[in-house]
C-alpha cells in the first residue's frame, strides 16, 4: 500500500509540473542567444527580457502624438542626443567617429552587457545610433525599423496632437548639478 501511495504521490506531481506553463508578461531572465534579426514584426518576441534594452529614438512630440511601444524606454535622437551634444549628425544621416561628442554619455545611457534594440519613425535614426554603438565596440545592436511597421500587442496610442518646442542650449545654461 505504501508503494502504491509513493507511486500515486510521484505521478500526481509530475503531471502538476508538466501541466504548468508560464502565462504571464513579467520579465524573464533566459537569454535566448543573439538572434539573427529583430525587426518590428518580431519584436514582441523578445520584450521584457532582461537581457535586452529597448530604445525608442523618436522626439517627445512624436512619442506623444503618435504613440509608443510598451517596454521601450525613451532616449530622443533629436531632443537628448543631439540637444545635448553626445551625438550628432555632421554629414547627414552618414555616421563618421566624429559624430561622437561624448563617448561617456552614450556609455552610461546603452547598457554593453545587454542585447540592444533601437527604434525610431523610419530606421534612419536607428541606423545612425547603431553604428554608433557598432562603432565603440557594442556587439549586440539592432535596428528594429520604424513604428509605422510595428503590428504587435504592446503599442500605445498617443493623442495625434502633442507639441513641443525645445529651447536652444545656449538659451538653458547649465543644468544644475542636483536638484
Not at 36 to 63: C, G, H, P
Not at 119 to 140: H, I, P, Q, W
Amino acid at each position: 500500500m505504501k508503494k502504491f501511495f509513493a507511486v500515486f504521490v510521484l505521478a500526481f506531481l509530475a503531471i502538476g509540473f508538466i501541466g504548468c506553463e508560464k502565462t504571464t508578461t513579467e520579465v524573464t531572465t533566459e537569454a535566448p542567444g543573439a538572434p539573427e534579426s529583430i525587426t518590428m514584426a518580431n519584436v514582441d518576441d523578445y520584450l521584457f527580457n532582461a537581457d535586452f534594452q529597448f530604445v525608442d529614438l523618436r522626439k517627445f512630440d512624436d512619442q506623444m502624438s503618435d504613440g509608443w511601444i510598451r517596454g521601450f524606454e525613451f532616449i530622443p535622437f533629436f531632443d537628448y542626443l543631439e540637444y545635448m551634444d553626445i551625438l550628432v549628425r555632421v554629414d547627414g544621416w552618414s555616421f563618421a567617429d566624429t559624430a561622437i561628442k561624448d563617448e561617456l554619455a552614450i556609455r552610461s545611457l546603452f547598457d554593453e552587457d545587454k542585447y540592444i534594440v533601437l527604434m525610431c519613425a523610419s530606421g534612419t535614426r536607428a541606423g545612425f545610433v547603431k553604428d554608433a554603438l557598432v562603432s565603440l565596440g557594442y556587439e549586440n545592436v539592432y535596428n528594429a525599423g520604424g513604428l509605422s511597421q510595428y503590428t504587435g500587442d504592446n503599442m500605445v496610442l498617443g493623442d495625434g496632437v502633442y507639441d513641443i518646442t525645445m529651447l536652444d542650449p545656449a538659451m538653458t545654461g547649465e543644468l544644475p548639478e542636483t536638484i
